[in-house]
């Protein structure tokens, strides 16, 4: 025994000295390798200030988010002793404004039933659930328990759907004695539930993914579940998983009328690679979903109906218990991708959420419906010294933030264009280093993109800036309305007001400061330009 520790307590010893040798000779000393070691610059250079991100290891998908008593509180995939990926537990983190985020312990730990996927949280307002009182209305989580040592035994019924509940506004939960309360059928992937109160009937309606398609059940009581109906064979994108999926209920902006959307998540299988979330328009009627039939021809034509099209944005859902004057819903998504979010170039922690959007449906003048997402994070309260321009002349090469005129490290940025030529507006945003985040509009083919193939250390992962993301425009006119934030590591583009959006990652090697744009067009005009920045002392 002593001799074996001794022999590799020595061999230890034999590869510091190695890996201290090496280091000192090697030529390739990138800044790329010394920098991923220096958790400070880590934090300084790609910590979101406005997004929400765990102060330590792994995150995944948005769970259990709720708006109650002027907060909103999200819940999320935690792996507390691990940047990667593990056996999962719902972190929590609570809100005023969407904005400042204060990390809360640990919501619910892994059990005998397995560890804690995926799910939603209700406010159980009429106690229906019995778990509260009408005065102290209980807070029900509703989630997966992914049993692993079931599924290495060879079982495909690891995966069942249980409750927990709060009586203290969802800072502690304790786990209903009758778990689980969906038992899989035989499924092997049979998970994210989410539920949502249907008004008419007075019941809940449960809503979660089985392989590739989506399933509903429904419950007076949120403990007893029935089985209503399936939705999604040859329907929308089967390239991967279906995942996280939401419904609700929408009023069409401009009519009296109201429509049911449909989210799923999708891994792989996006318009860009990898993770994405579809969405489908119909109509449920407290049994069954049914897809508009203009919709899914539009869909069996090209497959174009996705909540984001970048490739950071992902198992998107909405807060419960919030509604906007409008009706809209509020989603918040994983600002991240499963090709490459165990490595991105943080140690501390990986991964952030995106922005709040609330979502809303708009008729096109071919009178289908289109779902768009609107910047819905209070940004108010941080915007700080702003730069604002009005009708320019687009020449070649035009600098819209030059160098120490702003932080553009966080800011928010608003441009309308008139007068577009059939050629390409290419945005650039660059630093000292060299990197530069490249984003655009081609008028010719009516397509956006993003490029963040100089952006600064791509190469973690060769899916990460293989080719630009793409994304169509939905309607051809010469006028051009773009809204972007940009946050350290992120950027977040709603094109056309929200009717096509990208989000994507970046990682530059030092703080992006100016922003250009390029184009060769002689007669376009910048109608309107302004740059926020944006700070968070809070
Ligand atoms: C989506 C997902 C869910 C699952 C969770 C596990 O990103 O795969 O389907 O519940 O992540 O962490």
Known sequence: MYRIIFKSENKVLWILIFMILSSCMSKDKTPEKVFIKNENLDEKMYRPSLHFSPKKNWMNDPNGMFYYKDKYHLYFQHHPYS?????????????????????????????????????????????????????????????????????????????????????????????????????????RDFRDPKVIWYEKDEKWILTLAASQITQFYESKDLKEWSYLSSFGEGIGNHNGVWECPDLFELPVRGTDQTKWVHLVSINPGGPNGGSATQYFIGDFDGKKFVIDHDFETQMKNKHDFWTDFGKDNYAGVTFSNWESDKGGVLLLGWMSNWQYASKVPTNTWKSAM??????????????????????????????????????????????????????????????????????????????????????????????????????????????????????????????????????????EIFFDEGKTVMTEIFFPNAPMETLNLKTSASNSIIDFFKVQELKNNK
Not at 364 to 371: A, F, G, M, P, V
Not at 414 to 430: H, N, R, V
């Open 354 to 491: 995106t922005l709040g959007r609330e979502l809303e449906l708009y008729k096109t003048k071919e009178n289908s419906y289109r779902l768009r997402s609107i910047l819905s994070s209070n940004l108010g309260d941080y915007e700080s010294t702003a730069i604002e321009k009005q009708g320019e002349l687009i020449k070649e090469n035009i600098t819209l933030v030059s160098k120490k005129t702003i932080d553009l490290s966080t800011a928010k940025v608003q441009i309308k264009l008139s007068g577009l030529e059939d050629t390409e507006y290419t945005f650039e945003i660059a630093n000292s280093s060299g990197d530069k985040l490249v984003f655009g509009y081609d008028h010719k083919e009516l397509l956006f993109f993003v490029d963040r193939n100089q952006s600064g250390k791509t190469k973690f992962s060769d899916q990460f800036s293989k080719k630009p993301s793409l994304a169509p425009r939905l309607e051809n006119k010469r006028t051009l309305d773009i809204e972007f934030v940009l946050d350290k590591a992120s950027i």
């Open 83 to 187: 940047n990667v990926w593990g056996p999962m537990h719902w972190g929590h983190a609570i809100s005023k404004d969407l904005i400042s985020w204060e990390e809360q312990p640990i919501a619910l730990f892994p059990d005998n039933l397995g560890t804690i996927f995926s799910g939603s949280a209700v406010v159980d307002h009429n106690n229906t659930s019995g778990f509260g009182t009408e005065i102290n209305p209980p807070i029900v989580a509703i989630y997966t328990n992914h049993n692993a040592k079931e599924a290495n035994e060879g079982s495909i019924k690891f995966q069942n759907q249980s409750i927990a509940y709060s009586l203290d506004e969802g800072q502690t939960w304790t786990k209903y004695i009758n778990n689980p309360i969906i038992k899989n059928p035989g499924v």
